[in-house]
């Protein structure tokens, strides 16, 4: 009540001075042409704001499944480095890893491939730090794909 005795005297206040007339307090607002325009707006802001916490939870989950790939990768590349010195010591000499990484451009998406079969949606924190329980069978494949990309590099 108070504030609309003030909104009233304000308003025959300024209507005296001859300025243009005060806008009505919101609660009296008569439905205007801005109105719709602004609930447009304000509902396209609450759309865009959802989206955009979408986007950044599917950005935090291809940020772990990057971690998760990479770890992988460096731990095949590990393994791939243990038969290398364990062939050196039996007398056969294989190409390095990362040589062969680096010859061949198609085997590195297959490696990919192999590594990136288990996604952060299925692995917990501890899965991804501890190695995949099928590392032997995913390693004999990628050993068999080394094997038929550089059949020449085989003792």
């Not at 304000?10 to 009296?28: A, F, I, R, T, V």
């Not at 590349?77 to 039996?90: F, G, I």
């Amino acid at each position: 009540r108070n504030l609309q005795a003030e909104y009233d005297r304000l308003k025959q206040q300024h209507d005296h001075k001859g300025l243009s007339p005060l806008p009505s307090p919101p609660e009296m607002m008569p439905v205007s042409p801005q109105s719709p325009r602004d609930a447009e707006l304000i509902a396209e802001a609450k759309l865009l704001r959802q989206h955009k916490g979408r986007l950044e939870a599917r950005m935090q989950i291809l940020e772990d499944h990057n971690k998760q790939l990479e770890s992988q990768l460096h731990r095949l590349r590990q393994l791939l480095e243990q038969p290398q010195a364990d062939a050196k010591v039996n007398g056969t000499t294989l190409s390095s890893p990362s040589t062969s990484l680096q010859r061949s451009g198609s085997s590195q998406p297959t490696l990919l491939r192999v590594v990136g079969s288990q996604t952060s949606e299925t692995m917990g924190e501890d899965e991804l730090l501890s190695p995949p329980q099928d590392t032997s069978t995913g390693l004999e494949e990628v050993m068999e794909q080394l094997n038929n990309s550089f059949p020449s590099s085989r003792g």
